[in-house]
C-alpha cells in the first residue's frame, strides 16, 4: 500500500514538473519558438483537415477564419474524416464554412477517402463540392442519444441515490432509475427536432427532394460511389482531385498557384489545460498517449493501457443524454 501510494506521489509531481515547464516554455514562445508558417504564394489554395469525432470545433474554425480572410487564398479544400460529434458544434462549423464561401466569394471543397459522417456530412453540405472515395463511408444522416440506466447496479451494491429537483423533468435521463413515458416522449421530440434540421439542410444545400432524403436519412452509412450515385456527393476522387476541382473552380492555371497545408499543432504535455488541445478525439488519446508515455519512463514502469479505448469510454460517458450526430458503433 505504502509503495503505491508512493508510486502516485512521484507520478503527481511528475505531471506537475511537466505542466509548469510547459507554462514556461509557453509563455516564451514567441520569442525562442519556431517562425510560424506562412502563406507565400499569390495564389494559394488553402488546406484544411478536419479529424476525428467533433467535440467543440474551435481550432478548425480558428484556422478557417485565420487563412480564409488572407487575400493570398483563392479557393479551399477541407479534407474531412470523421464520424461526426456534438450538434451545436457540427452546425456552427457548418454555418461558418458557408459564411466564408457566400461572403468571400471563395469555392470550397470537402472531400474524404475515409470517413464523412454524420455531424461531419452535415458539416461539408455546406461546401460548393463534395468529393468522395468511392470505398469512403458517408452519410449517417441522423442523430442518436445515449442513455444509462444503472437502477440495478445500484440496487446489488446497496446504494441509494437520488436527488431533489424543481421539476418532474429536471432529472430525466438521471442513472439512477428508469425512464418514464412521458420523459422519452420529451427526448424523442427533441431528436426529431434535431433529425427535421439535420435532414432540410441536407435537401437544401444538396438540392435533394425531401422525400430523396428522408429515404436514406435512417442513420445508414453508404458507399462514397453510392453517395455520388444518389446525389448526396458530387463525385469520385481523393485529394488531388479535390484540389485541381477547387483550381478549377478558382480558375487558377495548374502551374499558377501553390497548395497551403496547415500545419498540425503537435500535442504536448504543455498544452495541458489548452481548450483546442480538447478539440476532437485524435488529439485527445495523442495527449493521453504521451503523458501515460511520459510518466511511465520517468517512474520507471512500463504502460500497458488502451489509452483510445479509454478515452472514448470517457467521452462516451461525457456525451451522455445528450443528442449527438454521430455515426452509430463509433463509441464501442
Not at 480558428?62 to 452546425?91: C, F, H, M, R, T
Not at 458557408?98 to 461531419?120: D, F, H, Q, Y
Not at 435512417?218 to 460511389?225: C, E, L, P, Q
Not at 498557384?257 to 495541458?272: A, G, H, L, N, T
Request: proline share 2%.
Amino acid at each position: 500500500m505504502a509503495q503505491k501510494s508512493g508510486f502516485f506521489k512521484k507520478l503527481i509531481i511528475i505531471i506537475l514538473v511537466f505542466i509548469g515547464i510547459g507554462a514556461v516554455l509557453k509563455a516564451g514562445s514567441g520569442m525562442f519558438g519556431e517562425q510560424e508558417k506562412k502563406l507565400t504564394a499569390k495564389n494559394t489554395i488553402l488546406q484544411l483537415e478536419m479529424n476525428g469525432v467533433i467535440l467543440n470545433g474551435k481550432r478548425f474554425l480558428k484556422n478557417l477564419k485565420k487563412y480564409s480572410e488572407d487575400n493570398k487564398v483563392k479557393a479551399i479544400v477541407i479534407n474531412i474524416n470523421s464520424p461526426g460529434g456534438s450538434v451545436g458544434p457540427s452546425q456552427e462549423i457548418y454555418h461558418h464554412i458557408k459564411k466564408v464561401r457566400e461572403e468571400l466569394k471563395k469555392p470550397i471543397v470537402c472531400v474524404t477517402t475515409g470517413v464523412m459522417a454524420s455531424g461531419a456530412y452535415y458539416s461539408a453540405v455546406a461546401c460548393d463540392k463534395i468529393v468522395v472515395a468511392p470505398g469512403a463511408l458517408v452519410g449517417s444522416i441522423g442523430v442518436i442519444m445515449e442513455f444509462a440506466n444503472l437502477e440495478k447496479l445500484y440496487d446489488w451494491a446497496k446504494v441509494s441515490r437520488y436527488s431533489i429537483t424543481s421539476g418532474k423533468f429536471k432529472d430525466s435521463g438521471a442513472e439512477y432509475r428508469g425512464m418514464r413515458a412521458d420523459e422519452k416522449e420529451l427526448f424523442q421530440n427533441m431528436i426529431n427536432e434535431v433529425y427535421a434540421q439535420f435532414k432540410g439542410t441536407v435537401a437544401k444545400e444538396r438540392k435533394l427532394k425531401d422525400e430523396v432524403v428522408s429515404e436514406y436519412a435512417d442513420g445508414r452509412v453508404f458507399t462514397g460511389a453510392f453517395a455520388v450515385k444518389t446525389g448526396f456527393a458530387d463525385q469520385e476522387g481523393f485529394l488531388d482531385d479535390a484540389i485541381k476541382l477547387a483550381a478549377e473552380m478558382a480558375k487558377l492555371d495548374k502551374k499558377d498557384y501553390d497548395v497551403f497545408e496547415v500545419p498540425k499543432k503537435k500535442m504536448s504535455i504543455f498544452d495541458f489545460g489548452d481548450k483546442d488541445s480538447e478539440d476532437d478525439l485524435n488529439s485527445l488519446a495523442e495527449y493521453a498517449d504521451l503523458l501515460k508515455g511520459k510518466a511511465a519512463v520517468a517512474a520507471g514502469i512500463t504502460p500497458g493501457v488502451n489509452v483510445e479505448g479509454a478515452v472514448k469510454y470517457l467521452l462516451r460517458a461525457k456525451y451522455l443524454n445528450q443528442p449527438l450526430y454521430m455515426m452509430p458503433g463509433y463509441w464501442e
